[in-house]
């Protein structure tokens, strides 16, 4: 390979990283390439024979500007990344990171929403058509977009969350011309490829951050207009009654993590199965003092009892996420690590 960094081709110099990078973090990247990617990249890397340590400190150079330019554009677009590129790296090398970027950079469509304050955003967006609203929120973050779908109007809801779930592929064409009523400032950076957006794991990931009520609201709704559509939702969520999924070391693993204070007022909405499920899998005495404090607790607020719910399901999904325990979902063999 030769040994200036600017008679590299792209794909030397993303072998020459991924070098730097060592085997483990390599691997990391490749999850996210596809096939005919990881084909080439393994047979540059195996072509490499030696690589001198001013190549490899150039690419890596090289590939940190290119990733702060693309952070400052995501932030306020192409002028803006140019400024803070110029005080960054001076005139000459700001156009130079700019122009390599300009031809191959694909910025997120609706990265400019993905600042705005969710509150803000829904009062834009919330009279428009159902289909511009599925789109709109696949592209935001979780958190963001359950903050706006519970706050639309009942009826709207679940119709929102099917389109969102039944989305397949949208036009650039589609996403630009929404973008522009958006007044978006990166509708020229679009990839020009059909997008894939949407789906199932999208709007589970949306439900999963909602508040209770709305994910029950919109959850039935759906199992009467859609049935298959919602048991396929159902099947990859996970509610705080399904905590009787997981067999009893986990169940205790979870309550380690658990405030006393959250479980009394999680079980006061939940039926006896679950309860005698928690109740097993804590100690004799610490199980009769929280029966104790729920018998004196007297009524409360259901969205308290929901948001209680809410936290345990959520230290649940943590541990998921982290190894800790596995979750059975879909009855079967299919299990979720």
């Known amino acids: 390979?030769?040994?200036?960094?600017?008679?590299?081709?792209?794909?030397?110099?993303?072998?020459?990283?991924?070098?730097?990078?060592?085997?483990e973090m390599s691997a990391a990247v490749f999850k996210h390439?596809?096939?005919?990617?990881?084909?080439?990249?393994?047979?540059?890397?195996?072509?490499t024979r030696s690589v001198s340590p001013q190549v490899k400190e150039d690419v890596i150079n090289e590939f940190y500007e290119i990733c702060l330019a693309q952070q400052y554009i995501a932030e306020g677009g192409i002028s803006y990344a140019k400024e803070?590129?110029?005080?960054?790296?001076?005139?000459?090398?700001?156009?130079?990171?700019?122009?390599?970027l300009t031809a191959?950079?694909?910025?997120?469509?609706?990265?400019?929403?993905?600042?705005?304050?969710?509150?803000?955003?829904?009062?834009?967006i919330q009279d428009e058509h159902p289909q511009t609203i599925a789109l709109i929120l696949s592209y935001l973050s979780a958190t963001q977009s359950a903050v706006i779908i519970s706050a639309l109007p009942q009826e709207s809801q679940a119709e929102v969350a099917r389109r969102i779930a039944t989305m397949d592929r949208t036009s650039p064409d589609v996403i630009q011309e929404v973008e522009r009523v958006l007044e978006s400032k990166l509708a020229n950076l679009v990839n020009?490829?059909?997008?894939?957006?949407?789906?199932?794991?999208?709007?589970?990931?949306?439900?999963?951050?909602?508040?209770?009520?709305?994910?029950?609201h919109i959850m039935e709704i759906l199992e009467i207009e859609d049935p298959e559509l919602a048991d396929e939702i159902r099947k990859k969520m996970?509610?705080?009654?399904?905590?009787?999924?997981?067999?009893?070391?986990?169940?205790?693993?979870?309550?380690?993590?658990?405030?006393?204070?959250?479980?009394?007022?999680?079980l006061k909405g939940t039926n006896e199965e679950v309860q005698n499920a928690i109740?097993?899998?804590?100690?004799?005495?610490?199980?009769?003092?929280?029966?104790?404090?729920?018998?004196?607790?007297?009524p409360v607020r259901m969205k308290d009892v929901e948001d209680a719910q809410q936290k345990i399901v959520n230290i649940i999904r943590k541990l998921e996420d982290a190894g800790e325990i596995i979750i059975s979902r879909g009855g079967g063999d299919d299990v979720i690590v």
């Open 104 to 124: 191959s950079l694909q910025v997120k469509p609706f990265e400019f929403v993905r600042k705005t304050d969710a509150s803000q955003l829904l009062s834009f």
């Open 238 to 266: 996970f509610v705080f009654e399904d905590i009787l999924l997981l067999d009893n070391k986990q169940i205790q693993r979870v309550l380690k993590d658990v405030d006393n204070a959250d479980l009394e007022l999680a």
């Open 84 to 100: 803070l590129l110029e005080k960054a790296l001076g005139a000459d090398k700001a156009l130079d990171v700019i122009g390599k």
């Open 192 to 216: 020009q490829d059909y997008t894939q957006i949407g789906g199932v794991d999208q709007v589970v990931e949306i439900l999963n951050s909602t508040d209770r009520g709305t994910e029950k």
């Open 33 to 47: 390439l596809k096939e005919e990617e990881i084909e080439d990249l393994t047979l540059e890397i195996a072509n």
């Open 279 to 298: 109740f097993t899998n804590l100690s004799k005495r610490l199980a009769e003092m929280i029966k104790e404090d729920m018998e004196f607790m007297g």
């Open 1 to 23: 390979m030769a040994q200036q960094d600017n008679s590299l081709t792209g794909i030397q110099k993303a072998a020459v990283l991924l070098i730097a990078l060592g085997p």
